[in-house]
């Protein structure tokens, strides 16, 4: 009896193994057949042309170098963040957050919207624009603000100048041209900063809601003096180091791809056309969107008296917003998702919103005040 018993359990474990359907084999996925494709790429390339690959790096770093090195490292845009950071942390700590949404709170009931959708875009105007979305973002997110807002918030911040050397070196330009700065500056710096919120709210984003002061928390941190410098410093550097760096770094080997494969030109072609369309002088514009409106300003000072007025106040418009692309690409994107409610493709996307406007607001300036004011 003792010997039946194994092999009944034998019968019946072979029963089981019959009747288990044999499992089907893993389908090829899509991203697995884009790595195939590379794999045999990358294999043709190293045995027909082992340089092409050393070659593509190389183009990357070259591009990425000069800008994280002698901008960032090196250069003055570093530096300038930073300070940017200890300025705003202790206009904070002295009330001027409070102050604001004070001050623009009759305006923002009007519009019925968050007070604080307008707080990004005044410390652009005073700091940098990077520094307004570490500072801001956690703002709007205490203040209540809904995504929307916040997506308003970032498209508004967009339509001003990052740097204040872009703007003093703008309106050395507007004054080459006998143009009136000061018109120009009311119309297209401070006006988009109320005229934004008002356009996206009635389109765009409209989950807004009109926030009275009492339901709104206070801003100014009890913070200590030193620390407030100190900290803000630190904040600062950790800014420039582990955000923008790598984000600038990202594009810039993107750009550095293109350029290598010979798609490039073409679009910086086609970025010409469209910036003369708009009245905007190609070689300062192109500089604004691809590397500094400072240093596009920079040259634009130079050459103003010697060009069309138009293309001086259109380059000037472009060039006051949150351009270059790395920022809209890259800064502007992983700031906000690390400081929002948003992640990265919405900031992203309101970023890209933004540059649009921006971009129908110098046409729009070229075209209607130009004629009043030469």
Same mark, same amino acid.
């Given at each position: 009896?003792? #010997?039946?018993?194994?092999?009944?359990?034998? #019968?019946?474990?072979l #029963?089981?193994? !019959?009747?288990?359907?044999?499992?089907?084999?893993?389908?090829?996925e899509k991203?697995?057949?884009?790595?195939? %494709?590379?794999i045999? /790429?990358? &294999?043709?390339?190293?045995?027909?042309?082992?340089?092409t690959?050393?070659?593509?790096?190389?183009?990357?770093?070259?591009?990425?170098?000069?800008?994280?090195?002698?901008?960032?490292?090196?250069?003055?845009v570093?530096?300038?963040?930073?300070?940017?950071?200890i300025?705003?942390?202790?206009l904070e700590?002295l009330?001027?957050?409070? /102050?604001l949404?004070?001050?623009?709170?009759?305006?923002?009931?009007?519009?019925k919207?968050?007070?604080?959708?307008?707080?990004?875009?005044?410390?652009?105007?005073?700091?940098d624009?990077n *520094?307004?979305?570490k500072?801001?973002?956690?703002i709007?997110?205490?203040?209540?603000?809904? =995504?929307?807002?916040? =997506?308003? %918030? @970032?498209?508004?911040?967009?339509?001003?100048?990052?740097s204040?050397s872009?703007?003093?070196?703008?309106?050395?330009?507007?004054? !080459?041209?006998?143009?009136?700065?000061?018109?120009?500056?009311?119309v297209?710096?401070?006006?988009?900063v109320?005229?934004?919120?008002?356009i996206?709210s009635?389109? $765009?984003?409209?989950?807004?809601? %009109?926030?009275?002061?009492?339901?709104?928390?206070?801003f100014?941190?009890?913070?200590?003096? &030193?620390?407030?410098?100190?900290?803000? /410093?630190?904040?600062?550097? #950790?800014?420039?180091f582990?955000l923008?760096?790598?984000? @600038?770094?990202?594009?810039? *080997?993107?750009?550095?791809?293109?350029e290598?494969?010979?798609?490039?030109?073409? $679009?910086?072609?086609?970025?010409?056309?469209?910036?003369?369309?708009?009245?905007? +002088?190609?070689?300062?514009?192109?500089?604004?969107?691809?590397?500094?409106?400072?240093?596009?300003?920079?040259q634009?000072?130079?050459?103003?008296?010697?060009? +069309?007025?138009?293309?001086?106040?259109?380059?000037?418009?472009?060039?006051?917003?949150?351009?270059?692309?790395?920022?809209?690409?890259?800064?502007?994107?992983?700031?906000? %998702? *690390?400081n929002?409610?948003?992640?990265?493709?919405?900031?992203?996307?309101?970023?890209?919103?933004g540059?649009?406007?921006?971009?129908?607001?110098?046409?729009?300036?070229?075209?209607f &005040?130009?004629?009043?004011?030469?």
């Amino acid at each position: 009896m003792g #010997e039946v018993k194994p092999l009944v359990e034998e #019968e019946v474990s072979l #029963e089981e193994a !019959a009747s288990k359907s044999v499992p089907r084999k893993r389908q090829w996925e899509k991203i697995e057949l884009v790595g195939l %494709a590379l794999i045999i /790429a990358s &294999l043709s390339v190293m045995m027909i042309s082992p340089g092409t690959l050393a070659g593509l790096f190389s183009a990357m770093v070259d591009k990425v170098f000069p800008v994280v090195v002698e901008v960032f490292l090196t250069g003055t845009v570093g530096v300038t963040i930073i300070v940017s950071v200890i300025i705003g942390r202790t206009l904070e700590r002295l009330g001027f957050t409070d /102050a604001l949404i004070r001050v623009f709170l009759p305006v923002t009931k009007l519009l019925k919207i968050n007070s604080a959708v307008l707080i990004p875009s005044i410390y652009n105007i005073l700091g940098d624009i990077n *520094a307004a979305g570490k500072i801001a973002g956690p703002i709007l997110v205490r203040s209540g603000a809904t =995504k929307a807002e916040q =997506k308003m %918030a @970032v498209a508004t911040m967009v339509q001003s100048q990052q740097s204040f050397s872009t703007f003093m070196l703008g309106m050395i330009a507007l004054t !080459a041209v006998g143009v009136n700065a000061f018109v120009v500056v009311v119309v297209a710096v401070f006006l988009p900063v109320v005229v934004a919120p008002l356009i996206l709210s009635k389109t $765009i984003y409209r989950d807004t809601k %009109a926030v009275d002061i009492e339901n709104l928390p206070k801003f100014t941190p009890t913070t200590g003096a &030193l620390p407030t410098l100190f900290n803000a /410093a630190r904040e600062g550097a #950790e800014l420039v180091f582990l955000l923008i760096i790598p984000a @600038v770094a990202a594009v810039f *080997a993107v750009i550095g791809l293109l350029e290598y494969i010979g798609v490039w030109k073409p $679009i910086e072609s086609a970025l010409s056309s469209g910036l003369l369309t708009l009245n905007i +002088d190609p070689e300062t514009g192109i500089l604004s969107i691809l590397a500094s409106p400072t240093l596009a300003m920079a040259q634009l000072a130079e050459v103003a008296s010697t060009m +069309d007025p138009r293309l001086v106040i259109g380059s000037f418009v472009l060039a006051s917003s949150g351009l270059p692309l790395s920022s809209i690409l890259g800064q502007i994107p992983v700031i906000w %998702a *690390a400081n929002s409610d948003l992640n990265e493709k919405e900031a992203m996307t309101a970023a890209v919103i933004g540059i649009v406007m921006r971009l129908i607001t110098a046409f729009l300036v070229v075209y209607f &005040l130009t004629p009043i004011l030469v």
